[in-house]
């Protein structure tokens, strides 16, 4: 590499042909810049280390976490970590915060993507999509009337977490006639009513809700939020849907709760540990849907989450404010003073 701005992208973004799963196009971005070189790093690797900080700076990461040994060392040159992907429970803000790095993330792709994805498997859940397949593959064609699925006029949808995804969901919900609350404590009750929801506790949306999802973002208050005592305010006729990260919904519990019957069933994209351990119990269960972290994930949804993703590098290098700051109070930390002021 030359004396360029330069920037690493964690390899764990490219498919078995070794293309990036968000396509060429985005890359662009970063090759239309005269001053920056970029680069995959040389391996994938479970956590960005001091040698990548030293040597970047900038990156671009997708699964790999950012701890705050990463960023410790007096040769530490990054000055943006940059998520592919709204969470960023993986790295370690605080500490980025003080060591005046930047952490953007990509929430302007994810509502509608992830909003589909809540609806799928709702649908999926309310339909018996699942295990009609199975009927029908193994021949068993006249058990059909035997598992009636589950109308939705009327039915009652509670979303945990009604920030950008939650709304979305909501919004699209309406479609189908269902009776919508949300459950948010940032947002207040006329934002909610601008899209037909009726804002209330957690408790009251567990007890009234046909289908509960979740949405909201992985922080220590909602670390376990869903716990044996929320599933069991949940009704036995009750379905869960988890859109957002694992460690929301106490898993222990949740695998006892369906055990029990206490309710109806569940679908989830995430988990307590991923990839998900093939003998946990979740994956033998006819009335749970389960996908590997990546329901949402289209053509579409990545393009636009690398864009999103790539270009706040480019602004940042830039000295201009990226468009998405997770920690925004690192604008006033002297060293980003230093380059942000370009």
């Known amino acids: 590499m030359s004396g360029n701005f330069r920037v690493g992208i964690t390899r764990d973004v490219l498919d078995s042909r070794g293309e990036p799963a968000f ?5 662009q971005i970063l090759d239309s810049v005269a001053d920056l070189d ?6 994938v690797v479970p956590a960005v280390d001091g040698d990548h900080a030293a040597r970047y700076d900038a990156i ?24 592919h992907g709204v969470g960023y429970d993986a790295v370690d803000v605080a500490a980025m915060t003080r060591a005046g790095i930047v952490v953007t993330n990509t929430p302007s792709p994810m509502p509608r993507p992830v909003a589909t994805t809540a609806l799928t498997f709702l649908l999926a859940l309310a339909g018996k999509l699942f295990l009609k397949d199975r009927l029908t593959r193994s021949g068993r064609w006249n058990e059909r009337m035997d598992n009636m699925g589950l109308g939705l006029t009327g039915r009652t949808l509670g979303v945990i977490g009604a920030g950008r995804i939650g709304r ?13 609350l949300a459950s948010d404590p940032q947002v207040d009750a006329i934002q909610l009513g601008y899209v037909g929801a009726r804002k209330v506790a957690l408790q009251e949306l567990l007890r009234q809700s046909d289908f509960v999802v979740v949405c909201c973002l992985l922080t220590p208050g909602t670390h376990h939020l869903i716990d044996a005592a929320a599933l069991r305010e949940m009704r036995p006729e009750a379905f869960l849907i988890n859109v957002a990260r694992g460690p929301v919904v106490d898993e222990a519990a949740l695998i006892e709760a369906l055990q029990q019957g206490r309710i109806a069933g569940a679908a989830l994209d995430v988990f307590e540990q991923e990839p998900v351990d093939p003998a946990n119990p979740l994956l033998a269960m006819d009335n749970v ?9 289209t053509d579409e949804c990545f393009h636009n989450m690398a864009s999103t993703g790539l270009s706040s590098i480019v602004d940042a290098l830039a000295g201009r404010r990226p468009e998405f700051v997770v920690n925004p109070e690192v604008l006033s930390h002297a060293r980003v003073q230093t380059w942000l002021a370009r």
């Open 23 to 27: 396509g060429r196009p985005a890359l």
């Open 38 to 43: 970029w680069e995959y790093l040389p391996s």
């Open 60 to 83: 671009y990461v997708n699964m790999a976490r950012v701890p705050a040994a990463a960023v410790a060392r007096a040769d530490c040159r990054l000055r943006v970590v940059a998520r």
């Open 168 to 180: 979305e969901l909501l919004r699209m919900a309406r479609t189908f006639d269902l009776k919508l």
């Open 289 to 297: 849907i389960v996908t590997p972290h990546s329901l949402c994930w």
